[in-house]
């Protein structure tokens, strides 16, 4: 199974709201990474946890806050968003962080700010 | 620093001639070379990867792509090209124990095959 599942594949929330994005693997991966991409741009870093420690953060605003409950789930919990982030976030995950292994991608979910 | 450049932001090609989406890179010491395809509304799909050995790297859906370190380059190809390889496709670089297997990726070439 090479699956990365993302819910939900939507997500419209007004600026004062507080909601969550899903992610789950099971291939054993131990390296997870949140990414937002804008339409037709490559996809930009936010965080990667590494055996389920966040390893990276790309100076990317408290309104994101991730969490990492265990090896095979990653979250996004969202708080007082601008329409500005407005985007898909996609999650993906790879074998280990260490550069050499392929990075496998979940659908995204697809976020408006209203 | 480390960068991907696709120097075509747009490819378009007749549905069976062979297809070529250029990449070239600039990294301090050996690279690790990704690409990725996306089709609308999808996440990215994972094609092949250059980590070292043979210099002609096959991969998915007929796909393959060639390192060439003296040109610093890694472009994809396909001999014969199909309406449904119409995508996104991503170039990335990666290197060894860099931070949390983080990716650079280059600014995308949008390919588009005619019948």
């Known amino acids: 199974d090479t699956e990365v599942t993302q819910t939900p594949k939507h997500l419209v929330m007004g600026m004062t709201n507080k909601k969550s994005l899903k992610c789950e693997q099971h291939m054993g991966h131990r390296a997870m990474y949140w990414y937002k991409q804008k339409a037709k741009k490559p996809p930009e870093l936010m965080f990667v946890y590494s055996y389920e420690k966040l390893s990276i953060n790309e100076s990317v605003p408290s309104r994101f806050s991730p969490e990492c409950p265990n090896s095979s789930l990653l979250n996004l919990h969202l708080h007082a968003l601008q329409p500005e982030d407005s985007a898909l976030y996609l999650c993906?995950?790879?074998?280990?962080?260490?550069?050499?292994?392929?990075?496998?991608f979940g659908p995204g979910t697809r976020l408006t700010v209203t | 620093a480390q960068s991907v450049a696709q120097p075509e932001d747009q490819v378009n090609v007749a549905e069976g001639n062979p297809l070529t989406v250029k990449c070239t890179y600039s990294v301090s010491g050996n690279p690790y070379l990704f690409w990725y395809v996306q089709y609308p509304n999808r996440g990215l799909q994972f094609l092949l990867k250059?980590?070292?050995?043979?210099?002609l790297v096959k991969g998915s859906y007929g796909f393959e792509a060639e390192f060439n370190k003296s040109q610093t380059s890694f472009h994809l190809k396909k001999p014969s090209a199909l309406v449904s390889d119409s995508a996104l496709y991503f170039c990335a670089v990666s290197f060894l124990y860099n931070q949390g297997g983080k990716l650079i990726f280059g600014q995308g070439t949008e390919l588009s095959v005619k019948p």
């Open positions: 250059y980590i070292t050995g043979d210099n």
């Open positions: 993906a995950s790879s074998t280990t962080g260490t550069g050499v292994s392929e990075q496998y």
